[in-house]
């Protein structure tokens, strides 16, 4: 996999070997940046469950001005930590090994966009998106890009924009309600 668009297309990405790490296709990629291609200029970015990082560095070469990668293995955040590096991209990142619900419980930091890909086993997104609307962790006119298995329907405090299959990957687009 590679960095798609920007100053560090064509970048190589390393990305972790466990089986538990699904990375994000090309396919599915390239459709998620031409729907925020306008949304990234100056964005403030969060990348949970973020693997190889993939997704916030995308948004980096592309013009966001910095993103936040959480995934709780330290291994994996060495992985994103050289990605970063070999991107030229590492003073726009932030990268910790936390828990994504931890960490959503205790940030006070107020994103413009929000890639939400957990594992497909066992996520709660619906909790997820709970705790980003309860705690105003998703600015006003944001998106939450959430990676999933299967379709998901309108939660309490969001509206679906977009929702498209490729595949066994749904990747539904969420506003502020």
Do not use: W
Request: proline letters at 3%; charged letters at 25%.
């Amino acid at each position: 996999m590679r960095i798609i668009a920007g100053s560090a297309r064509g970048t190589k990405l390393k990305f972790p070997s466990e089986e538990t790490t699904r990375p994000t296709t090309a396919r599915v990629k390239e459709s998620m940046f031409s729907i925020l291609h306008f949304s990234l200029p100056g964005a403030r970015v969060l990348d949970l469950y973020a693997g190889s990082g993939q997704l916030g560095l995308e948004a980096l070469s592309r013009g966001a001005e910095s993103a936040t990668f959480i995934d709780k293995k330290a291994d994996v955040c060495e992985i994103i930590k050289g990605n970063a590096q070999k991107c030229k991209l590492f003073e726009q990142c932030t990268i910790a090994a936390l828990d994504a619900k931890e960490y959503l419980k205790t940030t006070k930091v107020q994103y413009d966009i929000i890639f939400l890909d957990p594992p497909y086993e066992g996520s709660n997104i619906r909790s997820l998106l709970d705790i980003i609307a309860r705690r105003e962790i998703i600015s006003l006119d944001g998106i939450v890009i959430v990676e999933s298995n299967s379709p998901s329907g309108e939660y309490e405090n969001f509206i679906v924009q977009k929702s498209v299959k490729y595949s066994g990957t749904y990747v539904t687009l969420f506003r502020l309600n």
